[in-house]
């Protein structure tokens, strides 16, 4: 089966920056981060595919790069720029099929790891 573990969460100020980690193990085909506010969908905002194909959200805006370790057998998130709307809880998300930003192909998930970005 899938498993994920996501960590790295934690409260930064806004502008500042931070690097979430989830740990996958078995069989997927896409993997990604995607992440849910209060009160709002669950709303995508990287994904990579085992063939190495890459979308962000279109609020990423080039401050964020997704990153696959072999070694570590991680998919990484490096965020930067951070603004207080991107706080939520940030979710990794594996699928058996390349759903691209569509979280709710998505069947795998972490537990999620909360970001908090202060004014």
């Known amino acids: 089966e899938v498993q994920l573990m996501e960590s790295g969460g934690g409260s930064v100020q806004a502008g500042g920056s931070m690097r979430l980690s989830c740990v996958a193990s078995g069989p997927y085909v896409s993997i990604g981060w995607f992440r849910q506010a209060p009160a709002r969908e669950r709303e995508a905002v990287a994904v990579v595919t085992k063939n190495g194909n890459l979308e962000y959200g279109h609020f990423v805006e080039g401050r964020f790069t997704i990153s696959k370790d072999s070694v570590r057998n991680t998919v990484d998130l490096q965020m930067n720029a951070l603004r207080p709307e991107d706080t939520a809880m940030y979710y990794c998300?594996?699928?058996?099929?390349?759903?691209?930003?569509?979280?709710?192909?998505?069947?795998?998930w972490g537990q999620g790891t909360q970001v908090t970005v202060t004014p």
């Open positions: 998300g594996a699928a058996e099929w390349d759903y691209r930003l569509n979280f709710r192909g998505y069947k795998y």
